[in-house]
């Protein structure tokens, strides 16, 4: 009967119906590339849907997107490309079960892209030909970076009030018009992330701008360029009502003068916020966060610096923060200077860092500086002891002096012990001196159970990395999916003039790249071993029982004999 049934359904299995549940089918395609998707789409028209919903979700190239309406064509590679013939209504109809699709748009954001080389009357016969208002009805994230006012313009197009999320560059001559479109056809913002296309910003910007902020009243994540917040936009952030969010890119030393704060917290400020980023020296940073209201809900707090810093400035902002936010479950604190003027810097040592361990909530750690930190095994142990929850911990794994580093490979298995919960680890660490290292022997304790990316800087490396990795393959056994990194994330104006600098770093992120290549298949061995030293062990072990049930039983069999020849031998009066 159950056969019956499903073959008057049309599946011929249980799978069959499984795979037909649209649901399941759209779950199962987002774990898929693009590619691997336009190959579903052709098994069967139940799986046609689906798999094209996730080849059009997310578009970064409308290039592709485009050419579903009229083919786009150029003369020569010197061209550029513009449709083949004007759209017709009946393109319009073919063309839109596409674009319902499409919830992301991103555009100019990769130079690969082949939508740089559009003509722009391609989007005016979009505009002039659509059947509707909305091209992509159903878009939510828009990103449009553009370096020329006509490309601009183009943005406008894709814009309306479903859009929670826009991304844009800001040029003075096209903003005005900008901020009005922005304001006028995506009231409903949730997101909004602007850079500058010469920095540092136009000053004459700054009024446009706020008054953008002022208008968007439903925002919640702010992301503008650094040197944006200083008060007058901090003051105008702090009254938007549900603003949970204001971020920057964390790329380090920016080179522009660093813009002061000059003012505090007012009661009220920010009810939502629980993410901020801060761009000033730290005493007026701590004076802003400290001094005046406090914010209720901070969970995460960034910080950077492009002063020098003196210990007790450290200390003393460290000491305060702490204090009035106990329950911060992030920090990162970035000080950094040009490579001319790290001379003059002061390494951070226990003594400036030791008001962190007052964090008990504490989940993510980032230290960055120019010189390496002045911390040993000894006062890492005791931070794991203060900081047990700690799952992402960025020692300075890039300082800009590259002095030898305190830490050793042999340092890990202290994190390792200290900080079980480690899911990312950033440090710098000597990897030269593989002349005493000795192989490490897995305990019964998990080695970093947790661990998925080893950052390692610009940490320096022998010219064999044979060692390294087999000491990395022993450590990692237990998490093949460990991802090592290498390399710098400073803005590269700070060391633009120091030739040896660049060298040195380029040839030691190319040896941790071989490390990197070779660790994935010393793990995969490591593992086949352990399996089969798992087999091996557990049939010694069976071989142990079996021998040990053959010598009861020959015992048993010894104390039967030796009983009978007992009663053989006894007398028996009658």
């Known amino acids: 009967m159950p056969q019956a049934a499903s073959s008057s359904l049309g599946y011929k ?22 590619a691997s998707n336009v190959s579903n789409a052709l098994v069967c028209r139940g799986w046609r ?16 997107l485009l050419q579903l309406l ?45 939508a740089e080389y559009i003509r722009d009357t391609v989007f005016d016969d979009l505009a002039r030909t659509r059947t509707t208002l909305e091209v992509l009805p159903n878009l939510r994230c828009l990103w449009w970076n553009s370096d020329s006012i006509s490309n601009a313009r183009h943005a406008t197009l894709f814009m309306h009030d479903k ?31 602007w850079s500058n296309i010469d920095e540092p910003q136009d000053p004459d910007d700054d009024q446009m701008l706020l008054q953008l902020l002022s208008s968007l009243q439903k925002l919640r994540e702010v992301t503008p360029p650094k040197d944006v917040l200083k008060s007058q936009f901090l003051k105008t952030l702090s009254l938007l009502p549900e603003l949970g969010v204001v971020q920057f890119d964390t790329l380090g030393g920016l080179p522009h003068p660093i813009p002061p704060i000059g003012c ?46 003196s210990r007790p400035t450290v200390q003393r902002f460290l000491a305060d923060v702490t204090r009035c936010y106990p329950t911060l479950e992030m920090i990162s604190m970035e000080i950094i200077v040009n490579i001319e003027r790290q001379k003059d810097c002061e390494p951070l040592s226990p003594e400036q860092l030791c008001p962190i361990l007052s964090l008990k909530q504490l989940a993510h750690l980032e230290l960055r500086h120019n010189l390496p930190l002045q911390i040993s095994d000894v006062n890492l142990a005791e931070f794991g002891a203060a900081l047990p929850a700690l799952e992402t911990l960025f020692l300075n794994p890039e300082p800009l002096l590259l002095t030898r580093p305190r830490f050793t490979l042999r340092s890990l298995l202290t994190v390792a012990e200290s900080f079980p919960n480690l899911s990312s680890l950033g440090i710098y660490l000597d990897a030269e001196d593989v002349t005493t290292l000795t192989p490490y ?64 770093v380029t040839e030691r992120c ?65």
């Not at 089918?25 to 898929?32: A, D, E, R, V």
């Not at 071989?514 to 072990?541: G, N």
């Open 264 to 309: 505090t917290i007012q009661e009220g400020a920010f009810p939502m916020l629980h993410d901020l980023c801060l761009y000033s020296t730290l005493d007026d940073i701590r004076h802003y966060l400290t001094e005046g209201a406090l914010l209720p809900r901070l969970k995460t707090l960034t910080v950077e610096s492009v002063e020098l810093e």
């Open 441 to 504: 022997s897995p305990s019964n304790i998990r080695i970093f159970p947790n661990l998925r990316k080893l950052n390692v800087g610009v940490s320096p490396i022998a010219t064999d990395q044979v060692p390294v990795a087999l000491f990395l393959s022993h450590l990692l056994s237990e998490n093949a999916g460990v991802i090592i990194q290498s390399g710098i994330s400073w803005n590269e104006k700070l060391f633009k003039h120091s030739v040896e600098y660049s060298a040195t």
């Open 49 to 64: 849907e689906p798999a094209l919903d996730n080849v059009w979700r997310e578009v970064d190239d409308i290039y592709y």
């Open 510 to 574: 190319r040896r941790w790249g071989e490390v990197a290549k070779t660790l994935p298949l010393l793990l995969q061995l490591r593992k086949e071993e352990k399996v089969h030293r798992q087999d091996i062990e557990k049939e010694v072990e069976d071989l142990r029982m079996r021998n040990e049930v053959i010598m009861g039983k020959i015992r048993v069999n010894e104390g039967t004999k030796s009983a009978r020849e007992v009663s053989d031998n006894r007398c028996i009066i009658c």
């Open 70 to 114: 009229v083919p786009l064509t150029r003369q020569n590679r010197m061209e550029l490309f513009e449709f083949s013939r004007n759209p017709t209504p009946e393109d319009w109809t073919r063309f839109v079960p596409y674009a319902r699709r499409v919830r992301s748009l991103k555009f100019g954001i990769s130079d690969k892209e082949k």
């Open 13 to 34: 299995s249980t799978a069959h119906r499984v795979l037909a549940i649209p649901e399941l089918l759209q779950t199962i395609f987002s774990f898929g590339t693009r």
């Open 163 to 193: 859009v929670t999320e826009f991304a844009f560059s800001v040029d003075s001559e096209n903003l005005p018009s900008m901020c009005m479109d922005i304001v006028g056809r995506m009231p409903s913002l949730r997101s909004l992330i």
